[in-house]
């Protein structure tokens, strides 16, 4: 593993394991998962995700599948809550660290997706696209990535930034979620399709 990507793995790693006991993400990888915790996981995610694609300035290709599952679900995408407060994302080594925050996720997301099958019947096909990166070639891309990160986060300023990056938008997604938990209004009030 590249001293980059080791450097950010490891000032991520605490936030991290606390990620996947998040109350609102958990039920992903219980066998006794149900619809209603898939859904509210799913619009906490998207939360996430579509503002920090945004502040990347694109859309993002796993939020366009996010966005299906939500509207296989039959929530209307448009009408959801999302996160403010996100870290700044202009400078390379901090774009470059998003990637490795926003992409990396997709390790726990293939993860999860076989409970997720077996509980609720949802596949790359429908209402699991996200869990499944579907139609993405995760692994070409994240490939891709390690070798930039390697190459193009050189000095000690970017790294540091880099690393600042990538806690900070871990930071963001768990207050996101300590948000969510705390106003359950935010998610129980969303309109259906
Ligand atoms: C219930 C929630 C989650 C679970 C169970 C989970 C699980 C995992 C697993 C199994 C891996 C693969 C580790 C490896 O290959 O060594 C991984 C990697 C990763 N996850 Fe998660 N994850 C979760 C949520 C998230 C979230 C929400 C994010 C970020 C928004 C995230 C970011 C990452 C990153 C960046 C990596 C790559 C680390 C590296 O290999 O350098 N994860 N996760």
Known sequence: MGPVRQELREATQEIHDRLDRAALLRPLVEPTVTAE???????A??????????????????????????ADLGLD?????????????EAEPARLAARYVLDGSAHGGRAML?????????????????????GVDAQAQWKVLLARLEA??????????????????FAALERWLARLERDPALYEGVPAR
């Open 37 to 43: 915790q898939y859904r509210t996981a799913l619009v």
């Open 45 to 70: 995610l998207h939360g996430f995700h579509a503002p920090a694609e945004a502040r990347m300035g694109g859309q993002g290709e796993r939020v366009a599948l996010l966005r299906a599952d939500l």
């Open 77 to 89: 995408p448009d009408r959801l809550p999302v996160a403010d407060e996100l870290p700044a994302l």
């Open 114 to 134: 076989p409970n997720i099958t077996r509980a609720l019947g949802f596949d790359a096909a429908r209402g699991a696209r996200f869990l499944a990166s579907a």
């Open 152 to 169: 193009e986060i050189a000095t000690p300023e970017e790294r540091a930034l880099a690393r600042g990056t990538a806690v900070g938008l």
